[in-house]
């Protein structure tokens, strides 16, 4: 059998834009302000999930 792996980031479960910017916020304070490269693909990784967790504004339809 074979298996196609996903290149996608999809979250496990979908959370809120708040419950992400709330990690957001967490990986901040504990990286002191400063991220190094792990950190910064966290971060990647979170600001890619809040972005589409985040409503669309109305002036975008």
Do not use: F
Request: net charge negative; aromatic share 4%.
């Amino acid at each position: 059998m074979l298996h196609i792996m996903s290149t996608s980031v999809e979250p496990a479960t979908e959370r809120s834009a708040d419950e992400v910017n709330e990690e957001i916020r967490a990986l901040w304070l504990r990286s002191g302000g400063t991220l190094n490269g792990e950190q910064r693909e966290e971060y990647r990784r979170l600001v890619l999930e809040w972005a589409a967790a985040a409503p669309q504004s109305a002036e975008a339809a």
